[in-house]
């Protein structure tokens, strides 16, 4: 972890201004960008290609992306990338891990009526694994020792104002039982609706 980790306020940069980890990293981290302004906008993202990874562009906001970092998410099945993440704080990555399961949870109560569907299927399997590894994120700041994330790990205004308004959203406890709930989620639709062998 690096060394700021203390409790004490994130650094001027590069939070909130570094490469991300993954190109799913940086959809995300576009969405965020603009969020409340144009839902899914990440979807009109332009990727580019430079000598060592992709600029995803989305009007004037823009992310890097290297290649090694991409190779690497990939390599070790990670959504988000290796490490913590520059661009995404632990309260964004809370607020996302709940966004993510209440889209599959609605989904899925529309896919048990007619169960046909296989990109349904696995845009619900989808959601619910990305549910699962946002909160995983917002875990991995977590400091050594500590059951709880300090204030000053939230750089974002929707980070801040996350954990100002839900501090107790913040525990080790509570974040390890959203884990726990999001694969539980997962693994019970699968059981459910998955193709028998």
Avoid: C
């Avoid at 995300?28 to 979807?43: K, M, N, R, S, W």
């Amino acid at each position: 972890m690096p060394d700021f980790l203390d409790g004490s306020s994130w650094p001027e940069a590069p939070y909130g201004e570094g490469p991300a980890r993954s190109l799913v990293e940086a959809y995300v981290h576009l969405d965020l960008a603009v969020l409340g302004e144009q839902p899914g906008a990440a979807e009109r993202a332009v990727r580019t290609e430079e000598e060592n990874g992709w600029r995803v562009r989305l009007d004037d906001a823009e992310v890097f992306v290297p290649y090694e970092a991409e190779l690497e998410a990939r390599r070790e099945e990670l959504t988000f990338g290796s490490g913590l993440s520059q661009l995404i704080d632990p309260g964004q990555w809370v607020l996302l891990g709940a966004t993510y399961a209440r889209r599959a949870i609605d989904a899925a109560l529309f896919f048990a009526a007619d169960p046909t569907s296989d990109d349904e299927y696995t845009a619900i399997v989808t959601d619910w694994r990305f549910a699962a590894d946002a909160v995983a994120e917002a875990l991995k700041f977590l400091p050594d020792g500590a059951d709880r994330l300090p204030a000053g790990f939230f750089w974002t205004d929707l980070g801040r104002a996350a954990f100002e308004r839900e501090p107790e959203r913040f525990t080790q406890a509570r974040m390890e039982d959203d884990l726990a709930f999001y694969r539980k989620g997962l693994d019970d639709f699968v059981r459910l609706h998955a193709e028998p062998e």
